[in-house]
């Protein structure tokens, strides 16, 4: 079974937001990095640059596919981990803490109403 934090909001294409105040940190789920296996290369946004929800922000390479990173909510970029440059394999390794990818100003705070929580995220896998 795949780690669900429960302090987190998810999306149906297993990206995640944990919100704190007005920013969103954003990742993928464990789930979607165990599908994915191992990732080698992610393509994403530059610090002010804007993401909208539901929309691509940039991809994440594994060995075997490229998948579109999909934002779960929508604000300006304020930070990137740079890190994943270097290590992509983080976001296997910890997908919710050094694996995070992005942390975004939120825009309009509502859209996690769109979003679902840890129970309804983990009904979506069964």
Request: aromatic share 8%.
């Amino acid at each position: 079974m795949a780690n669900i934090p429960e302090d987190l909001y998810y999306n149906s294409d297993h990206d995640w937001v944990r919100i704190e105040g007005d920013v969103g940190t954003c990742g993928i789920t464990d789930y979607a990095q165990g599908e994915l296996g191992d990732i080698v290369f992610l393509e994403l946004p530059e610090v002010g640059d804007w993401v909208v929800q539901g929309e691509p922000y940039g991809t994440i390479e594994a060995v075997k596919t490229v998948s579109d990173l999909i934002a779960p909510v929508s604000g300006e970029v304020i930070d990137v981990n740079v890190e994943l440059t270097d290590d992509a394999a983080l976001v296997n390794a910890e997908p919710y803490e050094n694996g995070w990818i992005i942390q975004v100003r939120l825009s309009d705070p509502s859209e996690t109403d769109a979003l679902m929580d840890a129970p309804a995220y983990a009904g979506l896998l069964d």
